[in-house]
């Protein structure tokens, strides 16, 4: 399959300058020289062109048009989000069966060593060989893991995973964790399981993904109960994700307060809107400059010792 799909071309070189303007603009109000994205995608050509199409045709958990704002092949993808000042970032991939997840590792392995702004990130399924592949990946260097509950349609309280967040925990590598039940319920989203799993592992690392939508206060308690529990922000407070689920005003004092457990994430570059947007949209949320200094990059700086 070719690198490069055919509506590369879609951002041209004087949308791309004048995003980066306004990023660097944005940066430049915090006194920020970069960012630090914990949430963006890179992946396999073919199984990243298997997500666009999923999202092309608006898939029952999508249920909605989601142009994809950043349709380039890998080295474009690339300069776009360093050009935003971005100095590290993830490869969030995830596997939706077995036997998917340990050479969706071994590509991300190869995709950290030529790629050194890349957080070595990391995935795994409910598998007999689930605990083999976390281990063999931590071995790897892998500094993040991803789950996707909603995808993986797995329960993360499966014995199978049983040693996984173990390891997980004793290692202290976060696990990015799309565990809410946005855009549409899955069989083993929402905060029950992970309220399950936190119960036995209580000093898990984990980032729960897209401030745990819609889900948002019941996932905001998890994180005031459990010191090592943090959100990221993927698509929160974007006029796309505001008109189907709102982030109630009445609990920003509340994210005001964990502000030091809150990450950039943006879902770059599988995104309807812009990267300017989204950021944009953490900044009208009123919370003030510290707080967007300490999520935008302090936050994972301290996580990932950079």
């Known amino acids: 399959m070719s690198e490069e799909p055919a509506e590369s071309e879609e951002f041209g070189e004087s949308e791309d300058s004048e995003e980066h303007a306004e990023v660097a603009a944005f940066r430049a109000s ?8 914990v949430h963006t995608h890179f992946m396999p050509q073919r199984v990243l062109a298997k997500v666009w199409a999923y999202f092309d045709e608006g898939g029952p958990l999508v249920g909605q048009p989601w142009p994809i704002n950043y349709r380039h092949e890998e080295q474009q993808r690339l300069d776009v ?5 971005v100095k590290a970032f993830t490869s969030m991939l995830y596997p939706h069966k077995p036997g998917m997840a340990r050479w969706l590792n071994d590509w991300a392995a190869d995709f950290a060593s030529r790629t050194p ?6 995935t795994f399924f409910a598998e007999p060989s689930a605990a083999d592949d976390v281990r ?3 071995d790897q260097g892998a500094r993040v893991f991803k789950s996707h509950l909603q995808v993986g349609g797995y329960d993360p309280n499966d014995p199978l995973l049983k040693e996984v967040w173990g390891l997980l925990a004793e290692a202290g ?3 990015v964790t799309h565990c809410g039940s946005g855009p549409a319920p899955g069989a083993f989203t929402g905060p029950g399981p992970m309220a399950a799993l936190l119960a036995r592992h209580p000093r898990l690392p984990l980032v729960v993904a897209h401030l745990g939508m819609p889900e948002y206060e019941e996932f905001m308690g998890l994180a005031e109960q459990y ?3 943090m959100l990221d922000t993927t698509m929160a407070f974007t006029s796309f994700v505001e008109a189907a689920a709102p982030f109630p005003r009445t609990a920003l004092p509340r994210l005001a307060a964990l502000q030091d457990r809150v990450l950039l994430g943006t879902d770059f570059p599988n995104i309807p809107y812009s990267y300017a947007h989204a950021l944009k949209s953490l900044e009208e949320t009123g919370l003030g400059a510290d707080w967007l200094r300490a ?5 994972a700086a301290r996580l990932f010792s950079l």
């Open 117 to 122: 702004d890349c957080l070595h990130t990391a």
């Open 81 to 85: 989000l360093r050009g935003f000042g």
């Open 295 to 299: 999520v935008c990059h302090d936050n």
């Open 30 to 37: 915090l006194g920020l020289e970069s960012l630090i994205d």
């Open 136 to 138: 063999r990946a931590l």
């Open 227 to 229: 010191d090592r529990v």
């Open 173 to 175: 590598v976060p696990v």
